[in-house]
């Protein structure tokens, strides 16, 4: 008996858009996603597909390099709710995985051979090739904030997830807060708008700014697994002198130090508290417990796909409320 597609999807444990294009000879998957469907085909059978989805119920989801292997949780979980929201649309979601092309024209020519509506992006700035994309199709951008010209952005509200993150352990008595966060490559990215935002609770609350509690070490843009090294910020906070008494940053980012501080001694929350930063249902986590400022990835997924209905209007920046939802990750500093 031949495996249905689903068999298929959970014996090589990749997604359903890497099947369809093994199974239908189409490029734009990766040697390891293709390698697991074969071996599950082999083991399992080769189903009878369906007649493939018309052209104008697919969208593009270019996410360079990384494909649906994504290392990222807050871009694994958006990809998920996203494939879950086009579903009930009756839409499908073509994942682009290849590098992105020097030419901005090769880039236009890699979604035109997928056939698509629309194209969503993580990971690409060149306002070149951003441009190119969107004088053929309406073009959305997850996780980028600010003005554009060309091109409709869609990210969750970072600086007020800094500012609740921060004041919730100020609440608690903390007047010696670590910010771990990216290397801020660009000025509208996540770094400066989450510091932003902790700053500003720094200040409404009388305490100094300083440089040296704000760790920039990229430890938010590499891939997270149970393996994956312990960010440097960990190291950095033990030098400090004082230690820091709290962190706040993103989810990947903190998830890593915590399990680094802990192999040094210092435990959450007795050693040092702490406030992660990301979309709900990302995992795995160290602790069930662990403080929150959260934002639905559902949310995201949603507004991505309204703007790309609204193909001819302009271009909008869209803002995901957050939340902070306390944990047993954060406990009242000590009075020395």
């Known amino acids: 008996m031949a495996a249905s597609i689903q068999d298929l999807i959970r014996h090589a444990g990749v997604g359903r858009a890497s099947v369809y294009r093994v199974l239908t000879g189409s490029g734009l998957v990766g040697e390891e996603a293709r390698s697991r469907v074969m071996k599950a085909v082999s083991e399992l059978g080769r189903p009878v597909l369906k007649r493939r989805t018309r052209a104008s119920a697919r969208v593009a989801l270019w996410v360079p390099g990384l494909g649906e292997f994504l290392g990222r949780a807050h871009h694994v979980t958006v990809v998920r709710a996203l494939t879950g929201a086009a579903a009930e649309r009756g839409l499908a979601i073509e994942v682009i995985s290849t590098p ?5 024209a090769k ?6 051979r997928a056939k698509v509506r629309g194209v969503m992006v993580m990971s690409i700035y060149s306002e070149e090739h951003l441009a190119a994309l969107a004088g053929e199709w309406p073009v959305v951008m997850f996780f980028a904030s600010g003005q554009c010209r060309h091109l409709t952005t869609v990210a969750p509200d970072d600086f007020a997830a800094g500012f609740l993150a921060t004041q919730h352990l100020i609440g608690q008595g903390h007047r010696r807060i670590a910010a771990v966060v990216g290397g801020g490559q660009r000025p509208e990215g996540f770094s400066q708008r989450f510091v932003g935002g902790y700053a500003l609770a720094l200040a409404q609350a009388g305490l100094p700014f300083q440089d040296a509690l704000v760790l920039r070490d990229n430890a938010n843009l590499g891939p997270f697994s149970a393996e994956s090294a312990v960010p440097p910020a960990c190291a950095q906070i033990v030098r400090l002198k004082p230690r820091p008494t709290a962190a706040v940053g993103r989810g990947e980012t903190i998830t890593g130090l915590v399990r ?4 040094r001694g ?3 929350p007795d050693g040092i508290s702490v406030v992660g930063h990301g979309p709900q249902g990302e995992t795995p986590w160290p602790s069930s417990g662990i403080s929150w400022v959260d934002y639905s990835a559902r949310d995201m997924a949603e507004a991505g796909l309204d703007a790309l209905d609204a193909r001819g209007t302009a271009c909008r920046n869209v803002t ?8 047993t990750s ?7």
């Open 260 to 263: 680094g501080l802990a192999d």
């Open 100 to 104: 992105v092309p020097d030419s901005p």
């Open 320 to 327: 995901i409320p957050v939340r902070l939802v306390p944990g």
């Open 266 to 268: 210092i435990a959450v």
């Open 330 to 336: 954060t406990k009242a500093a000590d009075r020395k």
């Open 107 to 112: 880039a236009a020519d890699l979604v035109r």
